[in-house]
């Protein structure tokens, strides 16, 4: 009898693999790079890579939108934020769903950014935040990165599924090297939207005075692309015009990490002013490194520049609503880190410290009533005790390795969409 039950998975197994067909999944990533990259384009290829019996992916910049022909070959369409014009978008996504496709909308950012941020009145003057709720609401389902942002938007689509985002550890930029160094090297990276978190930092650099001939200090990503919008106070006319580099913001992060520059030499000031991206000599001597904008694919090569990474951000909806890939990228990289416990770093970081003691934490994590003294506090105590250095960092390490593997969520996936096929 046993024969024939196994005789019998056997056939209906060849069948399952030969004849059952394939689930279509189209992807409308929302750029080239960034968020495109690690909501859409990666995680839908290594779906296709690791499931290629099962699913078949096709991803596309530049959708036939008003071709419904183009859309009937797919069951599934995955598109973050919006797609086409999101003024008509909420009206499209009903359309194709009445065709019977599953509309899957991917949000990895909270709709309205607070005042301070730099787009915040470009988004409220085109109501940018409503036109995407609108979406969120007709669509199928929604995908985001936390429990926290995904209660959030339960308020306005309950069928809300929480995939993170998620490394793939066999990609180059994250197999960097650090080399040693006499220093302890403190980074921080990101982007030009963060300097009210980095002001979290203010004073930090000048409390570390006593023992700076043991620091170094890293900012990554230094960019001075862009512009500047001036207006005509007399008739109002708005010009544009490309922004000088000391203009930029990035010149503020150094004048953070470099306590206005008091930390490093003369020359090497001079060197700074002339924002040239070239290689200054005996850079390892300085105080302070800069370090220029990468591309998406190898900006996490960065982490192999310094020792401690820092993950500085301030307590409102916006940043409570962000990810936690700060926290991944680092332990990937096998970084101690110094965080705020705000948020998102509360997911998975558990403070390694009490009444001035390490204890079995994976992290060191700055109150907010403390921004004001801790960041450097746990600086030293890390650089007193440089052990634990390492320690954070393997343990931060063993945290992430197997949660936030691309190979892990991207199975929660597959199992998720083939749910969606009935």
């Given at each position: 009898?046993?024969?024939?039950?196994?005789?019998?998975?056997?056939?209906?197994?060849?069948?399952?693999?030969?004849?059952?067909?394939?689930?279509?999944?189209?992807?409308?990533?929302?750029?080239?790079?960034?968020?495109?990259?690690?909501?859409?384009?990666?995680?839908?290829?290594?779906?296709?890579?690791?499931?290629?019996?099962?699913?078949?992916?096709?991803?596309?910049?530049?959708?036939?939108?008003?071709?419904?022909?183009?859309?009937?070959?797919?069951?599934?369409?995955?598109?973050?934020?919006?797609?086409?014009?999101?003024?008509?978008?909420?009206?499209?996504?009903?359309?194709?769903?009445?065709?019977?496709?599953?509309?899957?909308?991917?949000?990895?950012?909270?709709?309205?950014?607070?005042?301070?941020?730099?787009?915040?009145?470009?988004?409220?003057?085109?109501?940018?935040?409503?036109?995407?709720?609108?979406?969120?609401?007709?669509?199928?389902?929604?995908?985001?990165?936390?429990?926290?942002?995904?209660?959030?938007?339960?308020?306005?689509?309950?069928?809300?599924?929480?995939?993170?985002?998620?490394?793939?550890?066999?990609?180059?930029?994250?197999?960097?090297?650090?080399?040693?160094?006499?220093?302890?090297?403190?980074?921080?990276l990101g982007g030009s939207s963060h300097l009210h978190d980095l002001k979290l930092l203010d004073g930090m650099v000048n409390k570390l005075g006593q023992i700076?001939?043991?620091?170094?200090?890293?900012?990554?990503?230094?960019?001075?692309?862009?512009?500047?919008?001036?207006?005509?106070?007399?008739?109002?006319?708005?010009?544009?015009?490309?922004?000088?580099?000391?203009?930029?913001?990035?010149?503020?992060?150094?004048?953070i990490f470099t306590n206005n520059y008091k930390i490093v030499t003369p020359e090497y000031k001079i060197f700074l002013d002339k924002f040239k991206e070239e290689?200054?000599?005996?850079?390892?001597?300085?105080?302070?490194?800069?370090?220029?904008?990468?591309?998406?694919?190898?900006?996490?090569?960065?982490?192999?520049?310094?020792?401690?990474?820092?993950?500085?951000?301030?307590?409102?909806?916006?940043?409570?609503?962000?990810?936690?890939?700060?926290?991944?990228?680092?332990?990937?990289?096998?970084?101690?880190?110094?965080?705020?416990?705000?948020?998102?770093?509360?997911?998975?970081?558990?403070?390694?410290?009490?009444?001035?003691?390490?204890?079995?934490?994976?992290?060191?994590?700055?109150?907010?009533?403390?921004?004001?003294?801790?960041?450097?506090?746990?600086?030293?105590?890390?650089?007193?005790?440089?052990?634990?250095?390492?320690?954070?960092?393997?343990?931060?390490?063993?945290?992430?390795?197997?949660?936030?593997?691309?190979?892990?969520?991207?199975?929660?996936?597959?199992?998720?969409?083939?749910?969606?096929?009935?």
């Amino acid at each position: 009898m046993g024969f024939f039950v196994d005789y019998f998975f056997i056939l209906a197994y060849i069948f399952y693999k030969n004849y059952m067909p394939k689930i279509n999944v189209l992807v409308l990533p929302s750029d080239t790079s960034g968020v495109g990259k690690f909501r859409s384009v990666d995680p839908h290829v290594k779906l296709q890579n690791l499931y290629p019996e099962e699913f078949h992916v096709d991803i596309d910049y530049t959708p036939k939108i008003m071709d419904m022909n183009y859309w009937k070959k797919y069951q599934i369409v995955h598109f973050h934020r919006s797609f086409g014009n999101i003024d008509h978008c909420p009206q499209i996504v009903q359309t194709l769903k009445n065709l019977g496709i599953i509309m899957v909308a991917d949000i990895d950012d909270y709709w309205l950014p607070t005042k301070e941020h730099p787009i915040h009145q470009l988004i409220v003057e085109n109501k940018m935040h409503k036109k995407i709720v609108d979406v969120l609401k007709v669509a199928s389902y929604v995908i985001t990165t936390t429990e926290l942002f995904a209660n959030e938007i339960r308020k306005f689509n309950k069928n809300v599924i929480v995939l993170p985002n998620a490394i793939d550890p066999e990609e180059p930029q994250f197999n960097q090297p650090t080399l040693p160094s006499d220093k302890v090297r403190i980074g921080w990276l990101g982007g030009s939207s963060h300097l009210h978190d980095l002001k979290l930092l203010d004073g930090m650099v000048n409390k570390l005075g006593q023992i700076q001939d043991k620091l170094q200090f890293y900012v990554c990503g230094f960019d001075i692309r862009g512009t500047v919008t001036e207006i005509n106070k007399d008739n109002g006319q708005q010009t544009q015009r490309p922004i000088k580099p000391e203009e930029t913001v990035w010149r503020r992060y150094e004048e953070i990490f470099t306590n206005n520059y008091k930390i490093v030499t003369p020359e090497y000031k001079i060197f700074l002013d002339k924002f040239k991206e070239e290689d200054y000599p005996n850079v390892n001597k300085e105080n302070y490194v800069r370090v220029w904008t990468r591309p998406v694919d190898s900006y996490a090569r960065n982490y192999s520049n310094f020792d401690i990474s820092l993950s500085p951000i301030k307590n409102h909806i916006f940043n409570r609503m962000k990810s936690q890939l700060k926290v991944i990228e680092a332990g990937f990289y096998k970084k101690a880190l110094i965080a705020s416990n705000v948020g998102p770093y509360t997911i998975d970081l558990k403070h390694a410290m009490k009444n001035g003691e390490f204890t079995d934490g994976n992290a060191l994590l700055v109150d907010e009533v403390k921004n004001h003294s801790d960041w450097a506090k746990n600086i030293k105590k890390l650089v007193d005790n440089p052990n634990m250095i390492t320690d954070l960092g393997e343990r931060l390490y063993e945290t992430v390795k197997d949660k936030y593997h691309l190979n892990t969520v991207t199975k929660t996936r597959a199992e998720f969409y083939k749910s969606l096929i009935k």
